[in-house]
């Protein structure tokens, strides 16, 4: 059955509660799931890493900061989002001002497509993470299968 | 009354700009203005603009310091909804201006 959300991606990951020293070995790790799954390119993690470097992806919202990492879609085989939740807060640097560090703890790295879809799907992102009662659940919630339902539920 | 054109620009110059793009078409349509829209990233922006005509910028991920002619716009409020009305008070500023 096709559901709305596999219109906008084909699937959602979630990683809870990890401890990472820094993005880059989480971007790494991602990329390396994701390419085993055959989601994106084998050298994902890399230019994912890359592009955060140079176009960081930290925002802040009413409800927290986020990240929503994401690179050229080239490097995307699939749509979907990857959701990661630190136990921990790591440094990142803020989209329209990266001059200045932001702590988040929370990142959804965004694998778009081309076509219009992947417009919808951000704006449905934002959306959720502008809703003060999912913003907490994404903080809140014990586990992957219950922080996925959630997340699909927005999509 | 001729359309604006708007460039709008962020890091991968694709879905981040087209969200901004579409929300500042709907705010100028709002104040009577019709709109176009080219979405570019930061390193594509003085191309684009040579391509004339342009009114404003407005962007996510920022541009580099120099004069443009026309105003520059930090809209990342339109991706994280913190900053709305500060976004459109300088977007009424630039439309008085017209």
Known sequence: MITETEKFVSDIFVTLDVTKENLQELYQDVGNELAKKNMVESDYGKQLQQREEKFPTGLVTKFGNVAIPHTDAKYVKEPFVYAIRLTDDVITRRMDQPETEIPVNLLFVLGFTKGEDQLVLLTKMMQALNNERISKQFQQVDSPERFKEVLKEQL | ?98
């Open chain 2, 1 to 98: 009354m001729k359309a604006l054109k708007i460039l709008s620009v962020c890091g991968s110059g694709t879905v981040t700009s087209s969200m901004v793009a579409n929300k500042v078409k709907d705010m100028l349509k709002e104040r009577g203005y019709s709109s176009t829209t080219v979405e570019s990233n930061p390193n594509g922006v003085e191309n684009n603009l040579d391509a004339g005509g342009f009114d404003l910028i407005v962007f996510t991920s920022p541009l580099k310091k120099k004069d443009y002619g026309i105003p520059v716009i930090n809209a990342i409020a339109l991706i994280t909804g913190m900053g709305e009305e500060e976004f459109e008070e300088e977007l009424d500023a630039f439309v008085a201006n017209l």
